[in-house]
């Protein structure tokens, strides 16, 4: 069983529309919870973390934590063509290092 | 602040030959990451370094690959001899350590071709 899971995708929603991403976890110790966006040719960049049960919002973007069910997702809400990128999500088993899945491809349709 | 800085942007080499791939992490971070990145195996840990020590260096694929932290300021990461099956992206990626988990930043990859 991989560390961190999530569906490859691809993902296509309507520009507009709400994008659902979703990552499971297997340690259940895992304290830290992440989400990463990747675009096409670039480095890895932060777009939320999370750390306690529940929902966490900033803007457009609501990460989701349920430990007991180990799962963590992502929405996108008002999807724009620009949100169109790869999606990691990414855990802290022990507090230092980090692991990611493998990523959910999401293309935003004008 | 400048952010991770790695070095080189890019690099073509031939099989057999000894690769070194530059980090300088983000002043006042203390973890220092390097991970690979392939379309078949996605982001993949290869070693971390708390306080320039190394903590698990388990994704290391094998004895070709090795990894210092000289000082808080600058890592390598070593290849060889190198062989065409490590071509990847190779990233750094640094953070604080503290308790209850924190971000990691990236720099912008070496793209390692090896023919």
């Known amino acids: 069983q991989k560390e961190v899971e999530q569906n490859s995708g691809p993902l296509s929603v309507p520009e507009g529309a709400i994008a659902s991403l979703n990552c499971t976890y297997s340690d259940r110790g895992s304290q830290s919870f992440f989400w990463y966006r990747q675009y096409s040719g670039k480095s890895p960049e932060l777009i939320m973390f999370?750390?306690?049960?529940g929902d966490k919002e900033d803007g457009r973007f609501t990460a989701q934590l349920n430990k007991a069910s180990q799962y963590v997702s992502l929405l996108i809400r008002d999807s724009q063509p620009s949100d169109s990128a790869t999606y990691l999500c990414?855990?802290?088993?022990?507090?230092?290092?980090?692991?990611f899945g493998a990523g959910t491809r999401l293309t935003v349709k004008p | 602040d400048a952010g991770v800085i790695q070095s080189p942007r890019h690099e073509v080499t031939e099989m057999g030959q000894e690769v070194t791939l530059r980090c300088k992490p983000i002043?006042?971070?203390?973890?220092l990451f390097w991970y690979r990145q392939t379309m078949m195996r996605g982001l993949e840990l290869l070693i971390y370094?708390?306080?320039?020590?190394?903590?698990?260096d388990s994704g290391m694929p094998e004895d070709r690959f090795s990894a210092k932290m000289p000082n808080a300021s600058f890592s390598t990461l070593k290849i060889q001899p190198s062989e065409p099956r490590d071509s990847a992206v190779y990233f750094c990626?640094?953070?604080?350590?503290?308790?209850?988990?924190?971000?990691?930043?990236f720099g912008n990859g070496t793209r390692l071709t090896v023919t």
């Open positions: 999370i750390y306690s049960n």
């Open positions: 370094f708390n306080n320039n020590v190394p903590i698990d």
């Open positions: 002043s006042g971070h203390n973890s």
């Open positions: 990414a855990v802290k088993p022990n507090n230092n290092d980090m692991r």
């Open positions: 990626a640094s953070s604080p350590l503290m308790a209850g988990g924190s971000p990691l930043h």
